[in-house]
């Protein structure tokens, strides 16, 4: 039908003009999408955030007294905070959002719990570990006592 009232070269002609339309559109489109998501992403400061949390993990991931259980929490508070970025940008609506953010906050409490009762309990255990250290340091303090006595009396007696 189309064929009859254009020629072949009108309809490359067109059909090329379309394609370049499009592609235009599209790349508007995702420019769009990216400096909305930007906006977004500055509004609700959640690049410092994700920062924080990032440095954070790195800090824990060079302590050895970290445990794996930890590293699993913060893995999923980063999902939670991206989760709420996401319901932002979908527009979802407001009681949504402040659903989501309040599921956040207490998902980020019961981690911040978790967290303070593990560094209490390694806390615990690292000044155990302190005061059986200084007791040795004292067990070898008296034992170089002791080996100097023992040199002394040695040297003593082969005189």
């Not at 599209?26 to 990032?54: P, R, W, Y």
């Not at 000044?127 to 008296?142: C, D, P, S």
């Amino acid at each position: 039908m189309l064929s009859n009232n254009f020629s072949t070269s009108s309809l490359f002609r067109y059909l090329s003009l379309h394609l370049c339309c499009a592609y235009k559109v599209v790349t508007s489109l995702h420019a769009n999408i990216e400096d909305e998501f930007e906006s977004l992403f500055l509004e609700t400061q959640v690049g410092k955030i994700l920062d924080m949390e990032e440095q954070l993990v790195e800090e824990q991931s060079l302590d050895p007294l970290f445990s794996d259980k930890l590293e699993a929490s913060i893995g999923s508070r980063f999902v939670s905070r991206v989760f709420l970025l996401y319901s932002f940008s979908k527009r979802a609506s407001s009681m949504d959002v402040a659903w989501n953010f309040l599921t956040v906050k207490e998902t980020e409490i019961q981690f911040l719990r978790a967290m303070l009762e593990k560094a209490e309990e390694k806390m615990l255990l690292v000044q155990a570990r302190i005061n059986q250290l200084k007791k040795g340091t004292a067990e070898v303090l008296g034992s170089t006592d002791v080996v100097e006595k023992l040199r002394g009396s040695i040297s003593s007696y082969q005189t």
